[in-house]
C-alpha cells in the first residue's frame, strides 16, 4: 500500500547521514560529559564542537547557544525565566501561538506574575503592528512572544520589525522559530531577540533536542536545577547523540536550504494548483512565497458529510497529514489557530505540511485520493 507522508510540521524523518553520524557517537562515545577524565572529555569535546557549529551557522557565540530537550522546554526557560528574573508585569502575544507559549504565559497570569495582553491577527494570521505599537506604549517594559511563523497555517510574522520595536521601547522579545530554523537563514549578530528556539525534529534530526538562544546581554537563573551542565543554564546530563545529530542536521540543512526551499515550495504551488480544481477549496493563512512557511498549506475544505471523519478518510487512504498542532491531537477541541483567525469551524480543514523527502507523484496521489473522498461525502 501506498504512504504518504505530508505531517512534516509535526516530525520530519531522520536524515541517514544525521542517524550515521549519531550511530558513530552511539558506539563509541559513551563518557559523561561531566567528567574529567579521557571518556568526558571525549564527549565534552563534541558537545562543544555541535555548540560552536550551530553559532556559526547562526552567527552568533557558542556562548549563547543552550542545549534543550526541545522546543517546548526552550520555550518555557525563555518565557518564564525571561519575565521572573527581569521582574516584568506585562506581557503581549497572539492566540494564535504554539501552546507552549500561549499555555505558559496564561499560567503566569493566573499565577499573579504577569498581566497578560494580546495582540489582534486578521483573517490570514498577520498581527497587528500598529495594536503592537500601542500596547508596548501604554505598558511599562513588557515581555512579547511571537513566532517567526505559524505552525498550523504558515503565515510569516516580519520578526525584524518586531525586534526593531522591542528594542524602541526597552522590551524582551522572545521568538519561537521552531518551524524556522533550518528553513530560512537566520543571522542573529543583527536579529534584535532576546530568544530564539529550535526542535531538531522539524528539520531531519533526532527527538528530544534543541536549543534556546539567550543573547549576551539577558541574564536568566535556570528552569532546571540538578547540576552545572550548560554553564549552570540547565542541570542534567547532556544528550550527547542528539546534540551530534542537531548540529549535523543544521549543517545539512544550511548546506541546501536554497534547493529545498525551491523543491518544497515548487510542491505547495503544485498542490494548491491541483487543489483549486475542487469546488469550494479554500486556503487558511498567508499562502504568497514571501508571507508563508512553504513546508505548510492548511486547506479548507467544503461542508461534507462525515466532515470530522476526513483526516482518518485520509488516512485509510495511506496519507498522513493533521488538523492541526501535532501538540493538540487526540483532544476534541478544535484548533485554537483557526478559531483565532475566525475560520469556518462547520468546513473541516487540513493541514498538509511538506519535507525534502516529497515528491510531485505523491501530490498526485493525494489529489486523486482527495476527490475521491469529496464526491463520496458531498
Same mark, same amino acid.
Given at each position: 500500500m501506498?504512504?504518504?507522508?505530508?505531517?512534516?510540521?509535526?516530525?520530519?524523518?531522520?536524515?541517514?547521514?544525521?542517524?550515521?553520524?549519531?550511530?558513530?557517537?552511539?558506539?563509541?562515545q559513551?563518557?559523561?560529559?561531566?567528567?574529567?577524565?579521557?571518556?568526558?572529555?571525549?564527549?565534552?569535546?563534541?558537545?562543544?564542537?555541535?555548540?560552536?557549529?550551530?553559532?556559526?551557522?547562526?552567527?552568533?557565540?557558542?556562548?549563547?547557544?543552550?542545549?534543550?530537550?526541545?522546543?517546548t522546554?526552550?520555550?518555557?526557560?525563555?518565557i518564564?525565566?525571561?519575565?521572573?528574573?527581569h521582574?516584568?508585569?506585562?506581557?503581549?502575544?497572539?492566540?494564535?501561538?504554539?501552546?507552549?507559549?500561549?499555555?505558559?504565559?496564561?499560567?503566569?497570569e493566573?499565577?499573579?506574575?504577569?498581566?497578560?495582553?494580546?495582540?489582534?491577527?486578521?483573517?490570514?494570521?498577520?498581527?497587528?503592528?500598529?495594536?503592537? /505599537? %500601542? +500596547?508596548? *506604549?501604554?505598558?511599562?517594559?513588557s &515581555?512579547?512572544?511571537?513566532?517567526?511563523?505559524?505552525?498550523?497555517?504558515? $503565515?510569516?510574522?516580519?520578526?525584524?520589525?518586531?525586534?526593531?520595536l522591542?528594542?524602541?521601547?526597552?522590551?524582551?522579545f522572545?521568538?519561537?522559530?521552531?518551524?524556522?530554523v533550518?528553513?530560512?537563514?537566520?543571522?542573529?549578530?543583527?536579529?534584535?531577540?532576546?530568544?530564539?528556539?529550535?526542535?531538531?525534529?522539524?528539520?531531519?534530526?533526532?527527538k528530544?533536542?534543541?536549543?534556546?538562544?539567550?543573547?549576551?546581554?539577558v541574564?536568566?537563573?535556570?528552569?532546571?536545577?540538578?547540576?552545572?551542565?550548560e554553564?549552570?543554564?540547565?542541570?542534567?546530563?547532556?544528550?550527547?547523540?542528539?546534540?551530534?545529530?542537531?548540529a549535523k542536521?543544521?549543517?545539512?540543512?544550511?548546506?541546501?536550504m536554497?534547493q529545498?526551499?525551491?523543491?518544497?515550495?515548487?510542491?505547495?504551488?503544485?498542490?494548491? /494548483? %491541483? +487543489?483549486? *480544481?475542487?469546488?469550494?477549496?479554500? &486556503?487558511?493563512?498567508?499562502?504568497a512565497?514571501?508571507?508563508?512557511?512553504? $513546508?505548510?498549506?492548511?486547506?479548507s475544505?467544503?461542508?461534507m458529510e462525515?466532515?470530522?471523519?476526513?483526516?482518518?478518510?485520509?488516512?485509510?487512504?495511506?496519507?498522513?497529514?493533521?488538523?492541526?498542532?501535532?501538540c493538540?491531537?487526540?483532544?476534541n477541541?478544535?484548533?485554537?489557530?483557526?478559531?483565532?483567525?475566525?475560520?469556518?469551524?462547520?468546513?473541516?480543514?487540513?493541514?498538509?505540511?511538506?519535507?525534502?523527502?516529497?515528491?510531485r507523484?505523491?501530490?498526485?496521489?493525494?489529489?486523486?485520493?482527495i476527490?475521491?473522498?469529496?464526491?463520496v461525502?458531498?
Amino acid at each position: 500500500m501506498t504512504r504518504v507522508y505530508f505531517d512534516n510540521a509535526a516530525t520530519t524523518p531522520l536524515d541517514p547521514e544525521v542517524m550515521k553520524q549519531m550511530l558513530q557517537v552511539m558506539e563509541s562515545q559513551y563518557g559523561n560529559p561531566s567528567s574529567i577524565h579521557a571518556h568526558g572529555r571525549e564527549a565534552r569535546a563534541l558537545v562543544e564542537k555541535a555548540r560552536k557549529a550551530i553559532a556559526g551557522l547562526l552567527h552568533t557565540s557558542p556562548a549563547e547557544i543552550f542545549f534543550t530537550s526541545g522546543g517546548t522546554e526552550a520555550d518555557n526557560t525563555a518565557i518564564r525565566c525571561g519575565i521572573i528574573d527581569h521582574g516584568l508585569k506585562h506581557a503581549i502575544t497572539s492566540r494564535i501561538e504554539h501552546h507552549a507559549v500561549v499555555h505558559t504565559l496564561e499560567a503566569m497570569e493566573k499565577a499573579g506574575h504577569i498581566k497578560l495582553s494580546f495582540v489582534e491577527v486578521d483573517d490570514k494570521g498577520n498581527i497587528d503592528y500598529a495594536q503592537l /505599537e %500601542q +500596547l508596548l *506604549q501604554q505598558n511599562e517594559r513588557s &515581555f512579547v512572544s511571537l513566532m517567526h511563523a505559524n505552525n498550523e497555517i504558515g $503565515t510569516l510574522t516580519d520578526i525584524v520589525r518586531v525586534g526593531d520595536l522591542c528594542e524602541q521601547y526597552d522590551a524582551m522579545f522572545h521568538c519561537d522559530t521552531v518551524q524556522t530554523v533550518g528553513h530560512y537563514a537566520h543571522d542573529l549578530s543583527k536579529l534584535k531577540v532576546h530568544f530564539m528556539v529550535c526542535a531538531a525534529h522539524k528539520l531531519h534530526g533526532p527527538k528530544g533536542v534543541g536549543f534556546l538562544h539567550i543573547n549576551h546581554r539577558v541574564k536568566i537563573n535556570p528552569m532546571i536545577y540538578g547540576g552545572s551542565q550548560e554553564r549552570n543554564m540547565r542541570g542534567g546530563t547532556e544528550n550527547i547523540y542528539g546534540i551530534v545529530g542537531l548540529a549535523k542536521a543544521l549543517e545539512m540543512a544550511y548546506a541546501d536550504m536554497e534547493q529545498h526551499q525551491q523543491h518544497i515550495q515548487g510542491l505547495k504551488s503544485y498542490m494548491m /494548483e %491541483q +487543489l483549486q *480544481q475542487i469546488p469550494g477549496i479554500h &486556503f487558511n493563512g498567508e499562502t504568497a512565497p514571501d508571507k508563508s512557511l512553504y $513546508t505548510v498549506l492548511n486547506v479548507s475544505f467544503p461542508e461534507m458529510e462525515m466532515g470530522d471523519m476526513l483526516l482518518f478518510s485520509l488516512d485509510i487512504a495511506g496519507i498522513s497529514a493533521s488538523g492541526g498542532s501535532a501538540c493538540s491531537s487526540g483532544t476534541n477541541i478544535g484548533s485554537h489557530v483557526l478559531s483565532g483567525i475566525g475560520a469556518n469551524p462547520d468546513r473541516p480543514a487540513v493541514r498538509f505540511s511538506f519535507s525534502k523527502y516529497n515528491t510531485r507523484e505523491e501530490v498526485d496521489f493525494t489529489i486523486a485520493k482527495i476527490k475521491e473522498i469529496v464526491m463520496v461525502n458531498a
